[in-house]
């Protein structure tokens, strides 16, 4: 059985269809823009790509990463706080 189903483009998880990317600032300290390497340029992607899902799974993993530290640091604030309102003598 053939598939005539034609191929539809999903917008580029890596650059979110803009063809570009921001190259973090950290990396560069200045403000750098490269053409995203996943969809060449154009922003779409056949979303049936190994690569595609790739991104979207790296994408989600960078995320939990990032909430994770924020998690941490919120967590180490609040303790910090806490050490200086018992050395206070407030609690
Ligand atoms: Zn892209």
């Known amino acids: 059985m053939v598939n005539q189903m034609a ?3 999903a ?3 890596e650059c979110g ?3 570009w990317i921001r190259v ?3 990396q560069t300290k200045e403000e750098i823009h490269a053409m995203c390497p996943t969809c060449a340029y154009t922003g ?5 790509t ?6 979207i799974i790296r994408e989600k993993e960078e995320r939990i990463e990032e909430l994770l530290r924020d998690n941490k640091k919120l967590a180490n ?4 706080q806490v050490e200086r ?3 206070a003598g407030v609690i």
């Open 7 to 9: 191929t539809s483009q």
């Open 11 to 13: 917008s580029c998880i």
């Open 17 to 19: 269809g803009n063809g």
């Open 24 to 26: 973090p600032y950290s």
């Open 44 to 48: 779409t992607v056949d979303p049936k």
């Open 50 to 55: 190994e690569e595609h899902y790739k991104n």
């Open 77 to 80: 604030e609040y303790n910090d």
């Open 85 to 87: 309102l018992r050395k």
